[in-house]
């Protein structure tokens, strides 16, 4: 599967941003799906999670409250709807998809996802 995120940028703290990732080239429908991020000189870390149907979801501690994700089938993307943007939440942020034989679960381990979007930058200033 391929991945294309966009719609990071450059905000102020408080603020708003929405992230998309557009994919192709698998049966989107089937596979759950993830945003992760790294800010410079961290590890990549988990942000939010979504099952096949979009029923499931899980966030990390750091985000849950602020951050939603959610998806579209009929267009294979996924979204992750960020508020109330902290200074803490700048980094690159990225998308990735679970092999089909996962059967459309959550996951909150890199490890478990098997392709990945290029990134986009999000940075929020104080």
């Known amino acids: 599967v391929q991945l294309q995120a966009s719609g990071g940028g450059l905000v102020q703290a408080g603020g708003s941003l929405r992230l998309s990732c557009a994919a192709s080239?698998?049966?989107?429908?089937?596979?759950?799906m993830g945003w992760f991020r790294q800010a410079p000189g961290k590890e990549r870390e988990f942000v939010a999670t979504?099952?096949?149907?979009?029923?499931?979801?899980y966030y990390a501690d750091s985000v849950k409250g602020r951050f939603t994700i959610s998806r579209d089938n009929a267009k294979s993307t996924v979204y992750l709807q960020m508020n109330r943007l902290k200074p803490e939440d700048t980094a690159v942020y990225y998308c990735?998809?679970?092999?089909?034989?996962?059967?459309?679960?959550?996951?909150?381990?890199?490890?478990?996802?098997?392709?990945w979007g290029q990134g986009t930058q999000v940075t929020v200033s104080s």
């Open positions: 080239g698998r049966t989107f429908s089937t596979i759950g």
């Open positions: 990735a998809a679970r092999p089909v034989r996962s059967g459309g679960t959550t996951s909150q381990y890199a490890a478990s996802y098997d392709a």
């Open positions: 979504i099952n096949w149907s979009g029923g499931l979801t």
